[in-house]
């Protein structure tokens, strides 16, 4: 079987998934822009984007500040996420950085 999802033709974005025969399969049984995914694309879903020009996939963009890695398809924030291990972080767009997040006891 075949994995495949359906394109959202003016934005981009996966509106459907189905497993099928094959490609051509669902191009002639069903109307719109389909695309086949292959084993890379195993956690593409409904409300992900599609890059028709390099023929990947991303997330939605997290947040405005954030800009699409064209290597990776990955979103990177404008500042690096500080890298400590014992404090967990989460991003401000307010104030475009990151901030530690309080312990809820």
């Known amino acids: 079987m075949t994995r ?6 003016n934005t ?11 490609l051509e ?11 086949e995914l292959g084993d890379k694309d ?3 879903g409904i409300g992900d984007i599609y ?3 390099f023929e990947r ?9 954030w800009t699409l890695n064209l290597e990776t398809f990955l979103w990177d924030p404008p500042i690096p996420k500080p890298n400590n291990d014992n404090d967990l972080y989460t ?4 104030d475009h950085n990151w901030v530690l997040k309080h312990p809820t006891n």
């Open 4 to 9: 495949c999802v359906k394109i959202n033709e």
């Open 12 to 22: 981009n974005t996966v509106i459907n998934s189905i497993e099928c025969e094959s």
């Open 25 to 35: 399969w669902c191009k002639t049984y069903h109307r719109g822009l389909w695309v």
């Open 42 to 44: 195993k956690c593409i």
């Open 51 to 53: 890059y028709p020009q």
């Open 57 to 65: 996939f991303s997330k939605p963009q997290p947040y405005p500040s």
């Open 91 to 94: 991003w401000s767009e307010e």
